[in-house]
Structures are given as structure tokens and as C-alpha cells.
């Protein structure tokens, strides 16, 4: 007869393959992420004007999609860059925010909307973040094959 410690171990062992959830969430965001890349790279006009945008957006499109097949079949370069793409998307989102804060003076409408965005970026991006790069449910789901 097994105790209750070696049948929790069972568990855990056996649930070691399942995906996280913050890889999960990572997994939907960059795809919605990568769609919006895709869409918006034929609605640019491949001219001498917009040729660098084109590239920079098709090129983004291409980085994205490989970190989402790369979640998906669990590589390391697809967290990796998963990271990168979510600390850009990050810091970006709060400077852009504090600089509309900074703007707003004494509407306090705009203020509310304002800190709202922020804190829902902050969760959206931020907290699958962070447990891409520190949690430790993801660090064993990349190592563990």
C-alpha cells in the first residue's frame, strides 16, 4: 500500500508534461499578436516609402510566429524570445502610459481610463512575463522533454 506522499509524488510527475497556464496565455497573445503582424503587412504598400515598414512588421510577424511554434513544441528559443517580445511590449506600454498621464493635468476622466489601461497591460503582458522568465512551473516544462 502506497502512502499519501508517494501518490502526490505520482501526481506531480504525471502532470509534469501538462502545459502551464502562463505558457498558455503566452500561446494566445502572440498569436493574437502575430495575426495583427500578418493582416497589417499586405495593407502596406511595398513603395520606397513604406518599404521599412513592411519589412519591420513582416519581420515581427515571422519572429512571433516562431516563438508561438516554438511554446508550442516546447523549444527554448520560443520562450526566449516570448520574453523579449513581452519586455519590449512591456516597457513600451508603461512609457506610453505615464507620458498620457503626465498630459491629462486635472481630467479626471481620462486620468481613470488612463491608469485602467495601464494596470490591464500591466497584467496582460507583465504577469505572463514574469512567469515565462522566473516561474517555476515554465523553467520545467522547457527543461523536462
Known amino acids: 500500500m502506497e502512502d499519501s506522499s508517494t501518490v502526490s509524488m505520482n501526481q506531480d510527475t504525471s502532470r509534469s508534461g501538462s502545459r502551464p497556464g ?10 493574437c ?16 516609402a513604406h518599404l521599412n515598414v513592411s519589412l519591420l512588421m513582416a519581420i515581427l510577424g515571422v519572429l512571433i510566429t516562431v516563438s508561438v511554434f516554438g511554446l508550442i513544441r516546447r523549444k527554448s528559443y520560443g520562450r526566449w ?13 508603461i512609457l506610453i502610459s505615464v507620458t498620457n498621464i503626465q498630459g491629462y493635468g486635472h481630467s479626471l476622466l481620462g486620468l481613470q481610463r488612463e491608469i485602467l489601461a495601464a494596470v490591464f497591460a500591466g497584467y496582460l503582458i507583465g504577469m505572463p512575463l514574469y512567469s515565462l522568465a522566473f516561474g517555476k512551473k515554465c523553467k520545467a516544462y522547457f527543461i523536462s522533454m
Do not use: G, H, N, T
Open 22 to 31: 502562463a505558457v498558455w496565455v503566452a500561446i494566445i497573445v502572440l498569436s
Open 33 to 48: 499578436f502575430a495575426l495583427v503582424f500578418w493582416i497589417s503587412v499586405p495593407s502596406y504598400d511595398w513603395d520606397s
Open 81 to 93: 524570445i516570448a520574453i523579449a517580445f513581452f519586455s519590449v511590449m512591456f516597457i513600451k506600454f
